[in-house]
């Protein structure tokens, strides 16, 4: 395969990665198990990269070893495809994201690179709390959606509705999911953003049986009219010759007669907008540079001559590269073995090589212009969210971080399964976790325990195993819950310090939705994951000078040890309003300046009524009737809350929470009780007071 997709790179990709006006960038994403990966397989054997025959069942994109066995995605994958559309031919950059919520930091990160997301919804189960989730963070950041109705041939062979019956479901889904879109965007982007068949925006049909309708399809039998009636009669008469031939048992015409593969993608060319359209909106939405800069003007147009800015995504480890990242270039265009400066590092280094990602393959190409997703190879210290550029005389401002929907909850002691391995392994965990932004790992300073924290259960057990498979073989302890501290309320401001050393006045905030880090200062340091962040406000801190590590060090140790229990620390700000900066000598930095920068945040975090809070587990679960009391049973035993049980068609959906102390082994048991008619998802349920678990913080 992969000289298979070198020639396809070399002699028809490569021609388009200059031509903006001609290139999309896409993710898909969806609930779990709801058909993203198998519709996928679709779109690719359409540029000829896999036969349609064995598209649906190759998973193509779930190439890793654990994803095959398990049936599951993991990780975002990566694959540029060509279509034609009115007689041109179209690039199109897409990402394959994982359904489960455990995995959803991948979401997060190829919604940022992309322009445009295929949600996939499955007709029978409708909307579901997953693609609601990842719905939500597709409008924060203004990613346009086309939708697919998936599995519309459940409705009709399994449910044994009627052509009518059908349209009408669908028709449900529609507007569930649309409601779903009022809930975060304004009205005006509402109105634009919409989705339906009128608008080119909507299609349905059955990945698994290859086969899909959309606007084109309707208007061939209606003879060009948009009428609303007339476009409703088409539908009815092609979901009537549809169940005909399912009847006909000859279910392998459908991909030949409705091709899934091109109405999805037209679909994707109508309706996402070029990079240069889609950066001039969303750029300023995680830029807060100067948009009237030299740099700022070339990411608002997406300038492929200006200076190269690029957005980190993704980073792994490789053992022939230091580091292999996949990023999207915004500016200028990036070259092999040019200078690239990590702007949160401020260390310049050249890249040893730049291409495309095929699926597990790595095309190399001399040059990526501004619109292009890329790979990179050959950078050291390198982290999902950084914002790399090219050279030029004036600093550029950082892409704000992103912002995960969940943050790593449980925690596994962890030890080398060779006890000679135990001085030796602590560093190559540290440099894996640094991989995954849901992932922490440290060491206790008391016990010299080894913790890795992850997202949930899954994720953490696929850890071990993606570790085991570069060497670093550890077993898990019993999972812990994370517990974490958070002020309530913004703290009052507190100086620290005196006469002999560093004196400082800062004051502890609750981060804002409205407001970024970036507005209020200078960011020193920061956690993404449980959105903490230390602010230079006073303009003191010398970036490239020494005491900036023991301002950082003193950070660390606040948020990773709360002034009530101990506990991490989420949801902080620490700015420093005023700044004496008083040292000696670095065997004397803790003191003269750690210390002071330590005690004056505590006391501004003790003045800001903080508390302690454990997670907790939103659920949504679908059962036939009888499975219901047993469900029932099996959430009150773990102390869960039952919110709604509502009747859908032939089923039942549960609507409830628990604290995630309970939920090790729930999937389990559900599937165990149920003999496996259940279907469920989660996401994050914030976290609740543990002294009055009625409050909850989001």
């Avoid at 455990?102 to 940022?112: A, I, N, Q, Y």
């Avoid at 070029?274 to 750029?283: C, D, F, G, I, L």
């Avoid at 209020?520 to 005491?547: F, H, Q, R, T």
Wanted: hydrophobic content about 40%; proline content about 5%.
């Amino acid at each position: 395969m992969s000289h298979l997709y070198k020639k396809f790179v070399k002699e028809r990709v490569a021609a388009l990665v200059a031509e903006t006006e001609q290139i999309r960038n896409i993710t898909v994403i969806a609930h779990i198990d709801h058909g993203k990966t198998t519709l996928t397989d679709s779109l690719i054997a359409d540029s000829g990269l896999l036969s349609k025959e064995v598209a649906a069942s190759a998973r193509l994109l779930d190439y890793d070893q654990i994803e095959q066995q398990r049936g599951i995605t993991i990780k975002a994958s990566g694959i540029s495809l060509l279509h034609s559309f009115n007689e041109r031919e179209y690039l199109i950059n897409l990402i394959d994201t994982p359904g489960h919520i455990d995995f959803s930091s991948h979401v997060t990160r190829g919604l940022r690179l992309t322009d445009g997301a295929i949600i996939v919804v499955d007709a029978i189960e409708g909307i579901m709390v997953q693609t609601e989730t990842v719905t939500r963070q597709a409008m924060q950041e203004f990613v346009k959606p086309v939708l697919f109705i998936n599995k519309v041939d459940r409705l009709m062979r399994e449910r044994r509705l009627s052509p009518r019956k059908t349209a009408e479901e669908i028709t449900r889904v529609v507007r569930e999911f649309n409601a779903m879109l009022g809930k975060y965007l304004d009205d005006d982007l509402l109105e634009k953003w919409e989705v339906s068949f009128n608008r080119g925006s909507l299609t349905v049909g059955s990945a698994l049986d290859k086969w899909g309708v959309d606007i084109e399809t309707l208007k061939a039998r209606t003879h060009g009219s948009e009428k609303k009636v007339d476009l409703g009669k088409a539908f009815i008469e092609i979901l009537k010759e549809i169940d005909e031939i399912y009847r006909a048992e000859k279910r392998k015409e459908l991909m030949d007669i409705f091709p899934v593969a091109p109405v999805v993608l037209n679909s994707v060319i109508r309706t996402v907008p070029n990079p240069s359209t889609a950066q001039t909106y969303r750029v300023p939405l995680f830029w807060r540079g100067d948009l009237e800069s030299e740099t700022g003007r070339s990411l608002l147009e997406c300038n492929t001559k200006g200076r190269c800015v690029c957005l980190v995504g993704d980073v792994q480890p490789d053992r022939h590269a230091t580091s292999v990242s996949a990023v999207r270039v915004f500016s200028g265009t990036l070259s092999r073995a040019e200078l690239l400066t990590n702007v949160r590092t401020g260390k310049p280094a050249k890249s040893l090589q730049i291409g495309l990602f095929m699926s597990k393959t790595r095309v190399d190409l001399p040059t990526i212009p501004a619109g292009n997703l890329a790979f990179i190879t050959g950078l050291k210290d390198i982290a999902v969210g950084d914002t790399l550029t090219g050279e030029g005389n004036d600093p550029v401002a950082p892409m704000s971080g992103l912002q995960y929907p969940m943050e790593p909850v449980v925690t596994y002691a962890v030890e080398p399964k060779k006890l000679s391995e135990l001085s030796s392994i602590q560093q190559p965990i540290e440099e894996y976790v640094r991989s995954d932004p849901a992932l922490e790992f440290e060491v206790n300073s008391e016990t010299g325990e080894m913790l890795l924290s992850g997202a949930g259960e899954l994720h953490v057990e696929i850890t071990i195993e993606k570790m085991a498979r570069t060497g670093i073989n550890v077993t898990l302890g019993t999972p812990m819950v994370m517990l974490r501290e958070q002020i309530t309320k913004d703290g009052e401001s507190r100086t620290s310090g005196g006469l002999d050393v560093s004196t400082f006045t800062v004051i502890a905030k609750l981060p804002q939705t409205d407001t970024s880090p970036e507005s209020l200062g200078v960011i020193v340091d920061s956690e993404p994951s449980s959105n903490c962040w230390l602010i230079d406000a006073s303009g003191k801190i010398n970036p490239y000078g020494e005491e900036i590590e023991w301002v950082k060090e003193g950070f660390r140790t606040l948020i990773r040890n709360g002034p009530l229990k101990g506990e991490k620390m989420r949801k902080l700000l620490i700015i420093i309003k005023k700044l004496d900066l008083k040292f000696t000598a670095p065997e004397a930095s803790w003191r003269e300046i750690t210390q002071p920068l330590l005690q004056a945040s505590r006391e501004s975090v003790l003045s800001g009524n903080p508390t302690v809070l454990e997670p907790w587990i939103r659920l949504e679960i679908s059962a036939p009737e009888e499975h219901i009391g047993n469900l029932s049973s099996i959430l009150a035993k773990r102390k869960g809350h039952i919110l709604e049980i509502n009747s859908e068609r032939t089923l039942y959906r549960i609507d409830a929470e628990i604290p995630v102390r309970e939920s090790f082994g729930l999937a389990n048991e559900i599937r165990t009780s149920t003999s496996g008619w259940a279907t469920w998802g989660a996401r994050s349920g914030g976290f609740r007071s543990l002294k009055n678990p009625d409050i909850r913080y989001d």
